[in-house]
Structure formats: C-alpha cells, structure tokens
C-alpha cells in the first residue's frame, strides 16, 4: 500500500497535481454456509481499494481505485481533473489526528472446523426446537475486518480498524398448508453462543402458525426494538443539516420530535458499538452528539464536524453516522405488553426501503406480530400493514423498553428498545382467516 | 482485460482439484461515474474503476466462492487453493476455447463528464421551474462501462460490454410544513447519447408534479380493493408478487410458493409473464449472463399456466434444469445466482380508459416506488405513488403514497383486465447476489382485492 500511495503521489505531482489525501479500506472476510449437517458454501473475500482527493489548482477532484497498475495512473489523473472541474468547489485539505495504530495487523477469524462446528450444532437445534420446523435455511456466518486507512501523502498516516460478524438463520415452520418464515440476523464483535439465537428464530416461526385476522384500526402497539432500529435509520437522514438547508427535511432545532423520555446520540465511542470510529472518512475526529433529549431536537449532524461518511468505497464522503443510540428505558418487553393489556406486538417489518420517506416522516408497511391480549402474546398476525408519521408516532410513546435491539448496515450501526406507543394505524383483511 | 489468458488458465487449475466438479473465474472491469446534482449546483461525483476477480468452484451441491479486487496473481493464486480441496479431479479440465464475445466493444467516450453534468443541470432547472412548491430537486445520473470476462473448466471463454446510463430524478414539494415527494428514473442499455433522445424536461416535470400532487393531497384509505396499477414500471407488482418465486434460489430448496407446479394453472388466463434479457436498448438486457450463457427470453407463464423458472448453472443443478440465462451478479465480489432481467406481463385487449370506466370504486397507481416478498409465502409488499381513488369509473381524488400487499398466488388470479398499452420501467433489483439492473414493465392491469395500507 505505501509503495502504491508514494508511486501514484510522485507521478500525481510530474503531472502538476497538487496535495493528494487517500483512504484506503482494506476488507477481510470470510462467509461460511451450513445446510444439512454440512459446509455447503465458503466465501473468501479480499477487498484493497482507495478513494483518493487532489488538489487541483485549488479545486477537488476525487477517484476511486481498486487497480493499482501504474499503466492506470494517466487515466487517474485525467479523472481526477474532469472531476475537478465538473464540481467546482474548493479542494478541502485535512489535518490527520495524530492516533496510535490499532493494535492487531491482521484479521483472526475462527478455525473453519470450529465455525462449521457452531453453525452445524445451531441446525440442528433449529431442526430439534418443535416437530413442525420444516427446515433450516442461510445458516450463516460471516466474519469480517475492515481496516480505513488514511494518508496525505506527506508520509502521515492514521488507521482504524473494525473487526465484527453476523449470524443469519432462517427457519421454515408447517402446520398443514401453512407455512411459515422467520429470518434472523445477529450481529456481533465476538461470536455469541449460536444455538441461542438458533431457538430463538425457531420459536419465532412456530409462534407465527397459530394466526388470527386482523381488522383494520387504530391500535395500541409494542414495537420491537429491531423494528424501532429500523424506523429509525430510515428516518434519520431527516436529521443531516444538508438536508434541512436544502428544503428536504422540516426538521429544526428546539422543535419537539418525541416525548420527554426520547433521547438520541450519536456515538462513535459507544461501549460494544459495532462501528466505533476515532476519525470520520475525511479525517476529522469524532465526537459523540446529543441530537435530542428531552423529547426536544437539540442538534443535527454536519459533515464538518466529523460525520462525513462513506457509504461504499466509491461514494464520496457525505453525511452519515457511527453508532446511533436511542436511550433505553427501565419496563422489559413483558412490562411492556402487561402495561398495554390489549394490542399489537410489532416484531418484523419489510420494504422500509420503499415505504418510509424520510423528507415527509411517512411509512407505510407491511408488517407481522402477535395479539396482545390480558398483557399476554396470543395469535399471530400477518399480511398487516403498518403506516403513520415516524415524528409523531415518537410523540405518542407511552414507555420505552430496556431492551436494545441492533441493526447493522453498510452506513453505520443503530441500538434503540422497543417502544410502547399509544396509537398505531393498521390495515388488515377485516374478518378473513389467514 | 485484467487477466491474461494465461494467468486465468492457471488460477483454472488451481481451483480445479479434488472433489471439484466445476471452476469458473469471472473477471470484471466497470468503469463508473455517478453525479449528483441539486439547485445548489453539483452535488457530488463519484467516478473510478470498479475491477476485481472471482473464483468459484462447485462440487456437487456445495459451492466455495473467492474474490479479491485488482488483478493480482499471487493473491488469486492464494485464493483458488483456499477453495481446492486434495488430490486431482475425476474429470480433466478442457482447454479454453475461442473466445465468444458479447456486446458491442467500445471506446471510452469523449466529454463524458460535460455530458452527465449537462442531462443532470436540465433536469434540476426543469424541475424547479414546474412549480413554486418546490423545494429541492436532485437529478442523479449514473453512467456505467463495463466488460466481463468468464472462464470456466468446461472450456468456455466468453465476454460481455455493457453500457448502461440512467438518470434518476427526485423531486421534493412542500406545503403548510409538509414535504412530498415524486420520481422518475429512466435508463437504457447505452452509452451518455442515450439523454440526446431522452425527454429529461418532460421527466423532470413528471417528478416535480408527483411531489406537488402528492403534498396536497389526503391520506389514502386503508383495506381490500380492486387496484389499477397503470402501465410501465407497475410491472414490478408481478416482479414482487411472483417474479422472485420463480428464480431457482427459491424453487430448488422448495422454498417457493410455485415449486413443483410446472404445468399447472397459477394465474389467470390473462396473464403471460415474460422474462427476457434480449429486449434490444432496456436497462435490464445483456448480451451474456455472468456465467457466460447467452441472455434468451423466458415465458414464465403463459395464459395462466407455469412454463418454466429461471435458472442460474448452480441453481438448475440443484432442480434438474439447464441455464435460462438467468445468473447475474452485482459484480466480481458476488456469486451468480438466477435473477431477472426485463420481466413484464404481455399486452392484453383493453384500453386504459375502458379499464378505469369498468372500475366502481377503486385506487389508481400510477407510478412505484419499490417492494420486496417472502418467496416461501408469496407475501409481497410495494410503495406506490401517483395515487388516486377511482369513483364511478372516473379518477377521482388524489391521495398520498401507500403500500400495497397480498399475496403472490392470489394477486395472479385476481387480475380480472389487461391493458393493451405494455411499456417498460427501469429499476433496480436487491438480492443475494447484489444490486442488479432490471427492467420491470406492464400494461395498465387490474386486480381485486388487494389490501391497501391507508391512514384513515
């Protein structure tokens, strides 16, 4: 990598380029698959790429590079200028942080025998929970390391680096001509005990054969903490100033977007994070930020204060996030549900892609659950959907979870508990047997 | 091409030992540009050489992948032993043939830069002017170059160009606190003088009065409904609703609701659906698939009645078929496995208008915005915009974005009319083996009873 960072400088500058800032993702990983007592698929991946910025007679050019030939180099360049002038804004020059390396060089995953192991043992506790589990499907684990490394070509370097995986099972439960689907995936810093979560999804799609219609209406509702997680990273671009100052969020500070008990960080040191980061992606240190409390929008995220993130090596640095967390409160689920009595427990969403919008606060999506009746779970209920306003479902929490659910994404990593809200719209098919 | 010849037939034998019964090296150079821009000017580029190698051996019905970005032989050397297992294989390899080639070959285009910037500006400017109530419009265009190269022990040398060019506008209003928002992305299989022919004002109008339409209109109704979704990329309805649950990932393991149902009547007998990769100039088509098979043209169902799945080479192996010409993948860092490519229901007899007059009550959908389904279930779910309520066989008012879902299996035998006006929308499609390009298309078509997700 040095030797390609000091080749491509010296050539940048014999062809009057100006300051050049790279950063460099180094990617390791290792997918493992298991399917009937066996290893059915193996997957290495090795990923070496740079994004790379130049200074060119003042304005920025960037690139992105996953071939490091210096045959290569001349068209790097003309892209880099076309870029330049095509933008037409300031090249933004960067003082790296001075941060001692992370400690480990190269990535330590699990011998292949142990993890082939773990995953085959959590089949087959899937296969044993309940005589009506079909099958086990995706039974998967991947393992990753990501080093970013950054440079600005005068020999400074600063380097963090993630190490992680995810778990992914699904299980396919039948009873007569019903069948049913539950998929899972836990994402980790050290592998958890399989089996566990194994069970888990297992018991989720036995639960999901005893079903009961719903009709449409305006119900109380528990909403897992997975389905608040991914509420929220929908809506959270609604929280980028860029957003706001180009008229495509409503969002302003001291407005009220919940009820007291909601706070939000953003926390790029959070203990257990999944992607703690020291630097953001143009080299600025982070820091953690209180984007409400009090139920009150205190703050939203900027780039230049170290929240400009890659979203793919290719993308340029825009506004993005680490780890975010909504605080948990002190009611388990089970509290939760006993304090709503009658409604819905929300525990799986699909198409938040497409059905949430950031700009407006809407969703509309499909979604699946249980009845909740006498505070208890009873008879699940699917081909639901779920819609409203996300900013006003926060104003009608009547309790928040201390339970944390997780969700991992390709941006950053979001921690929130389930929540009890007061109101929720539904539509189901009024009176017909699923 | 990345890789020699040479360098490709000796990763070939490395990977190819042992219990292998199958090796294949895909090579990948994409050259990329993507720019974004808002009224405050451009917004951001991205542009570079996405350009990598995998490696795949199958054996049996297990399947070992590697892929390392950048050409270097050591590391894919490294890699293809890490996929071999012990010992030679039961069958010799055979040499690599000539090579088949796909595509057109091209050169990299002059001004490509100014071309992107200039479709992109247009559009913003257009945008902004339809109407005051617009706040913001960001016009994204994506210009792809790309040439594959697959190889594999059976001999086959083969390699694809693909130019694809697409711009995507989003258009956002506000009124009384409120923002909205409308889209429209047109694409094609082509180089930048695709937006020389394309409309990108009449586009960018088209979002601009999404947005405001949507932003004074009232919430939608919620509950089951006969449906007109109009003609073009309302297609993706069927892409969602059974698309997906003809691909093999989901028929080989018997996780679709259409498994072992070749033959039998699964839709009405209005409905023919079609997949094909040979529509000359759509956003979904391709010369080869990424395992070297040639793009054909599939009908899935035909007045009603399943014809056949598609299939990748691993997936047809697993349920006793050949290749469709069906194995895609985002690129190098990807498996193939069956997907689509232009997949649309057949024109039918009505007219739009004879549609709509036939309709008491009911919701129109006019444009969609994305969806996803549960292969094992059927169950589907996709946003729609560009809503209004249909009243005494007229479009009535209209009423804000909502989700619509149902199930595979029934929204096929619910389809009661079809348009005689197929046209073709282009999008994206997310799965295992990655972000694709698709096109999605239909005639106006309507079907009962599908629930609608509404506020009120």
Known sequence: MKKFIDSFSAAAREAGLGELIFYILETHSRLTGVSEGKRDFLQYGSQKAAYIRANVNGLEGSIFVEDWRPSLFEEHFRSLRE???????????????????????????LPLEEVTERLTAAEQALLSYDERILR???????????????????GRTVKDRLTGGSFMISAVAKQGSLAR????????????????????????????????????????????????????????????????????????????????????????????????RRFDDEGVPTTCKELVSGGVLRSMLHMDTGNAFKSDITADPSTGYSNILMCP????REELLLAMGEGLLITGVSGVFAGAHFSSGAFSLIAQGYRIREGQRRESV???????????????????????????????????????VRALSVSGKDGIEQ | MILSTATIDRILDAAYAGDADFAEVFCEEDRQLVLRAKVSGTDGISAGLVSGVGIRVLSGDTCRYAYADGGNEE???????????????????????????????????????????????????????????VTQVVARLVNSERQILVANTEGLLAEDCRRKTRLQISAYAGFGGQLQYGYSGPGAMGGLDYLDGLDIEAHARHAAEAAVTAVHAGPCPGGTMTVVVG????????????????????????????????????????????????????????????????????????????????ADRFGGRLMGAASTGSGRRQNYRFPPEARMTNTFIAAGESTPEEIIAATERGLYVGN?????????????????????????????????????????????????????????????????????????????????????GGER
């Open chain 1, 329 to 332: 409160g002190e009611k388990t």
């Open chain 1, 83 to 109: 870029t330049a002038a095509a933008m037409n804004k300031p090249f933004k020059a960067c003082t790296l942080p001075e941060l001692s390396d992370p400690a480990a060089e190269k990535p330590e995953f």
């Open chain 1, 136 to 154: 086990a499907e995706h039974c998967m684990l991947r393992e990753y390391c990501r080093t970013v490394t950054m440079a600005d070509g005068s």
């Open chain 2, 231 to 310: 003609n073009g990329f309302g297609g993706l309805m069927f892409h969602e609703a059974c698309g997906h649950s003809l691909e093999a990932s989901s028929v080989a393991k018997g996780n679709s609701e259409f498994s072992g149902k070749l033959g039998q009547q699964v839709a009405s007998p209005l409905v023919t659906l079609i997949d094909d990769g040979t529509v000359p100039g759509q956003w979904g088509s391709m010369g080869m698939d990424d395992e070297g098979t040639p793009a054909q043209r599939n009908v899935l169902i035909e007045k009603g009645i399943l014809k056949c799945y598609m």
């Open chain 2, 75 to 133: 590391t894919l050397l490294k890699l293809a032993r890490q996929l071999a297992s012990p010992g030679a294989p039961a069958v010799p390899r055979r040499p690599l043939g000539t090579p088949v080639s796909y595509g057109v070959q091209y050169l990299p285009e002059p001004d490509r830069m100014k071309a992107a910037l200039t479709g992109a500006r247009r559009a913003v400017d257009a945008g902004m002017a339809f109407s005051g109530e």
């Open chain 1, 181 to 276: 689907s539950e998929e899972r995936s836990y994402a980790f810093l050290q592998c958890p005990e399989l089996t566990e979560l194994a069970i888990r999804t297992a018991a989720g799609a036995v639960g999901k054969l005893e079903t009961a219609p719903c009709p449409s209406a305006v119900v109380p509702a528990v909403l897992d903490s997975r389905v608040v997680c991914e509420l929220l990273d929908a809506f959270l671009p609604a929280f980028y100033q860029k957003n706001a100052e180009e008229r495509m969020s409503t969002l302003i500070p001291g407005m009220t977007v919940g009820v007291p008990a909601i706070r939000i960080l953003e926390d790029p040191t959070l203990p257990g994070g999944l992607n703690c």
């Open chain 2, 368 to 452: 969609i915005f994305g969806g996803s389904v549960n292969p094992l279930t059927g169950d589907f779910n996709f946003n729609v915009l560009e809503c209004r309520l249909i009243e005494n066989g007229r479009l009535g008012a209209p009423v804000r974005g909502t989700t619509l879902i149902g199930s595979g299996g029934e929204i096929l035998s619910q389809v009661d009319m079809v348009g005689n006006d197929l046209s073709l929308g282009q999008g994206y499609c997310y799965n295992n083996s990655g972000a694709l390009f698709i096109g999605a298309g239909q005639p106006t078509v309507r079907v009962n009873n599908i629930l609608v």
């Open chain 1, 382 to 420: 699917s081909q639901i959907t779920i819609s409203g306003n996300f900013f006003e479902l926060l104003t009608k929490v009547e309790a928040l979870g201390c339970d944390l659910g997780r969700y991992l994404n390709p941006a950053g990593c979001l921690e929130a508990p389930s929540l009890y």
